[in-house]
């Protein structure tokens, strides 16, 4: 339902990071298990203390190295709106940027050689007073791009903050210009 200011913003795109973000994390599940598996209980009771420490590196592992960067990403969200672009950070501390689309936004694009493979990239979102935004690590990066400089262009500069007095195509017209009736002729 659209206000009296103009038409409702609406959400255009909700992006996580690219799924290769959570290779890492695998990797380091299955080094867990396999280590916890293969050194685990072999060794005798005199060597009880080397399972202790299998297990408490195994745990360390699988925190550090699988469910951190899992919560990571399971945490990050970009939003693309009609108005604004929203990036949503952390796992206990959250942390939230906001872009309002101007025309004046600088959109870039860069991709490593690891993201041009999988098709991903980060875009980074320079307004005119506002400090970078990263989405970092987007899938269909151009598209992304393309989207938000599209969003960005087509949004109406900011409102005149509630002008009291005549606009600058009154004061061009001059005194009287109001009054002009039908054919150009004056009453």
């Known amino acids: 339902m659209p206000d009296e200011d103009g038409p409702s ?27 916890y598996g293969s050194g685990h209980g072999v060794f005798h009771a005199q060597w009880a203390w080397v399972d202790l420490v299998v297990s408490v590196a195994a745990l ?18 970009f939003v693309v709106t009609t ?45 005119a007073s506002d400090r970078p935004v990263l989405f970092w690590d987007v899938p269909g ?6 989207a938000v400089q599209e969003l960005a262009g087509r949004a109406a500069p900011p409102p005149a903050a509630h002008a009291t007095g005549p606009t600058w195509e009154e004061i061009l017209r001059g005194p009287g210009s109001d009054d002009v009736g039908p054919g150009g002729a004056r009453p």
């Open 9 to 35: 913003e609406r959400v255009v795109a909700r992006i996580r990071p690219s799924g290769r973000q959570l290779v890492r994390p695998v990797v380091a599940l299955l080094v867990a298990a396999a280590g």
């Open 141 to 146: 990066v151009a598209l992304v791009a393309a």
């Open 60 to 77: 360390v592992v699988l925190v550090l190295g699988a469910l951190v960067p899992f919560l990571r990403w399971l945490s990050t969200r």
């Open 83 to 127: 108005h604004r672009l929203v990036a949503h950070e952390g796992v206990l501390m959250r942390h939230r940027t906001e872009v309002v689309l101007t025309p004046s936004l600088v959109v870039s694009v860069h991709r490593s050689i690891g993201q041009r493979l999988c098709g991903s990239g980060d875009v980074v979102v320079q307004g």
